[in-house]
């Protein structure tokens, strides 16, 4: 009698183990959802260094004077002074054999700001006011949209809607309908900002010209955005 009981305890036990463990949701369909959209930047960050050089008749212009013509070309465009930030303070003593050649060792020093800039069309005014001989570089360093955030909730929503319409007919091609989502996975974001270096003089007019040689303007390089989300249905 002991025996039979301790077995069927041993078999009830079993039962509540196997309820337990048991899925809700037997029947499920698990799809990917993608969107994606290309948007123009509203947020271009440019580097640009400057050096102190030596100009002929008139020995070396420093750095403060080259500061002053660059900030007085800054103001003119009629920016504020909260787009533009000092990045880097840098002195050197120049090439060895230079040195070696003028038998001496004076101190040279650059400055680099970073300056925000909606468009390329004041990039471009920036361009044509800058001294080519203390311009050491001029370079975007990345590109944004002041409503990034906005665009990813945006296509967050869209990849899981579109997910679930793979989803419904998926499942009508047997016969079957979804039910409630059991889970959704947080989208893998791709996001591909444009980055590019370009160097100093002439080259700056080429890097922020906007207008192609008929004169009609050509947007800046485009952001991608691309979401891609995992979402698990119940089969009804």
């Given at each position: ?6 077995l ?19 029947r ?19 580097e640009?260094?400057?050096k102190?050089y ?14 002053s ?35 001496k060792e ?45 665009f ?6 869209q ?10 007919y ?11 989502a ?13 980055q590019?270096n ?9 890097a ?9 303007v050509?947007?800046?390089?485009k ?12 089969l009804?």
């Amino acid at each position: 009698m002991k025996r039979i009981t301790a077995l069927l305890l041993a078999c009830f036990s079993i039962g509540i183990i196997h309820a337990q463990n048991a899925t809700p949701f037997p029947r499920t369909i698990q799809v990917n959802g993608s969107a994606e959209m290309e948007i123009v930047p509203d947020e271009i960050y440019v580097e640009v260094t400057l050096k102190e050089y030596d100009k002929k008749g008139s020995g070396k212009i420093d750095i403060d004077k080259i500061k002053s013509g660059f900030l007085s070309a800054y103001k003119s465009l009629g920016m504020p002074d909260s787009l533009i930030s000092v990045m880097n303070y840098d002195g050197y003593n120049g090439d060895i054999w230079y040195r070696k050649k003028k038998k001496k060792e004076e101190l040279y020093n650059s400055i680099s700001y970073q300056i925000k800039f909606a468009n390329t069309i004041k990039m471009d005014e920036l361009v044509n006011k800058l001294d080519d001989e203390a311009t050491q570089a001029f370079r975007i360093i990345r590109t944004s949209h002041s409503k990034l955030e906005e665009f990813r909730k945006q296509l967050k929503i869209q990849a899981i809607r579109a997910a679930k319409e793979k989803a419904d007919y998926l499942a009508a091609s047997i016969d079957e309908k979804i039910g409630q989502a059991v889970s959704i996975e947080e989208p893998n974001e791709f996001y591909y900002p444009f980055q590019n270096n370009f160097a100093s003089n002439k080259m700056v007019e080429m890097a922020a010209r906007n207008t192609s040689d008929d004169g009609a303007v050509v947007d800046f390089k485009k952001l991608k955005l691309r979401y891609e989300v995992k979402v698990v249905f119940a089969l009804k």
